[in-house]
């Protein structure tokens, strides 16, 4: 079993940054694949960025593309979205997910661990 906590939400207005972190307990996090996935509100979770076990794939959505870095520190069974230039439309709980596949992967089905999320919330 991996637990997933995610930390670093909150309210910020557009224009700012924001660092979202998520660390793992229960395995090694080096084992993993790792997503992140948002759910705005009334709307249906989506993907957006993804990390093979090493880091060296990483795959984003197109709505996220040149402005969030996803990034990991295996040590530290941690994984963080960085996210910069935040848009109103950026407001949804972040979650975070662990796949046993050690790929990066962009579709929900593919994992098999979740966070319980966490709000980000980008006021114009």
């Known amino acids: 079993q991996v637990q997933l906590v995610e930390s670093g939400g909150g309210l910020v207005q557009a224009g700012d940054s924001l660092r979202l972190s998520c660390v793992a307990s229960?395995?090694?996090?080096?084992?993993?694949?790792m997503g992140w996935f948002r759910q705005p509100p009334g709307k249906e979770r989506e993907f957006v960025a993804a990390?093979?076990?090493?880091?060296?794939?990483?795959y984003y959505a197109d709505s996220v593309k040149g402005r969030f870095i996803v990034s990991r520190d295996n040590d530290k069974n941690t994984v963080y979205l960085q996210m910069n230039s935040l848009v109103p439309e950026d407001t949804a709980i972040y979650y975070c997910a662990a796949t046993a596949l050690g790929r990066a992967a962009m579709r929900q089905a593919d994992y098999h661990y979740w966070g319980r999320g966490t709000q980000v919330t980008v006021s114009s």
């Open positions: 229960g395995r090694a996090l080096s084992n993993y694949g």
């Open positions: 990390s093979s076990w090493s880091g060296a794939t990483t």
